[in-house]
């Protein structure tokens, strides 16, 4: 009998792939397993984890969980809820920003080895973490911070220890207008050291108060910045997207095209 099945209500390029590993109901002839865990990352999946916690009770003993049903406390198991060479050093963020879902305080983990940092805030872990975690990278190839770092953290001390390591992409982000001055101030320091290629900014676009102008300008002023943008839309606790939302999802679909933006930036850097 195999120990546990990880049922996940979406698939998403972080998810695990063993054989188990499942999206929505159990199959028709199943494995025995001991346990079954639903894990939840978003808010708004939250209802239809409970069904799915429902529909697996019959296989095993269900127990439901993740970060949308018990914040982002927990700890860190390789491999379990995320794919094999992504890791999470620290949970939560010290930040209160409105627009953000994370809420849970920051707690360092225990640093198991990978490539990819998922870490929600991990410039605003302690020194020695920090040094620990590189420490740790410099043994790794293709390193990603996916997670991203915060913008106003960005020293060019941490420039020059990223600088050290087999460096894939870094990401930053640019939440709000009122974070213009910020984020041009870490990419006037990451500029120094990286291609755009290697740099990466998650714009958040359509939250409350946002208009499609202003979106797009931000979009833009990235690249003039020296980034490559991706942008993310908001979506309230409810998981709804702002109005009119096919208007914002086909601005969102176009800045995640690296085609698209690839145009883009051809087209406004001369």
């Known amino acids: ?44 999946d ?32 390789p491999g379990r809820y995320v794919k094999h060479g992504m890791t999470i050093t620290s949970r939560g963020c010290p930040n209160r920003c409105s627009y953000c879902m994370v809420k849970s305080p920051l707690k360092e983990l225990k640093i198991h080895p990978g490539n990819n940092i998922l870490d929600n805030n991990i410039l605003a872990c302690s020194k020695g973490h920090l040094d620990k975690v590189f420490s740790m990278l410099k043994g790794q190839k293709k390193i990603k911070f996916t997670g991203g770092l915060e913008a106003r953290r960005i020293t060019e001390k941490i420039a020059e220890q990223i600088r050290g390591l087999n460096l894939r992409q870094l990401w930053i982000a640019y939440d709000h207008p009122a974070n213009l001055k910020v984020v041009k101030k870490a990419m006037s320091i990451l500029t120094k ?35 490559f943008p991706f942008a993310m839309l908001y979506r309230g606790m409810d998981g709804k997207y702002p109005e009119p939302g096919m208007a914002w999802r086909k601005l969102q679909k176009m800045w995640t095209r690296p085609a698209y933006i690839r145009a883009r930036i051809k087209g406004r850097i001369k």
């Open 46 to 77: 939250i209802g239809y984890a409970e069904t799915l916690a429902k529909q697996w009770d019959h296989i095993a003993p269900v127990k439901i969980g993740g970060p949308a049903i018990d914040g982002e406390g927990n700890g860190f198991i």
């Open 1 to 44: 009998m195999k120990t546990i099945a990880r049922v996940f209500p979406r698939r998403t390029n972080m998810s695990p792939t063993d054989p188990d590993v499942y999206f929505g109901p159990p199959e028709l002839f199943m494995s025995e397993y001991k346990e079954v865990h639903v894990s939840v990352a978003f808010t708004w």
């Open 193 to 227: 050291y990286f291609s755009r290629d290697s740099i990466g900014c998650y714009c958040l676009i359509g939250q409350p108060g946002d208009i499609m102008d202003s979106a797009l300008g931000r979009l833009e002023q990235i690249v003039d910045l020296g980034a």
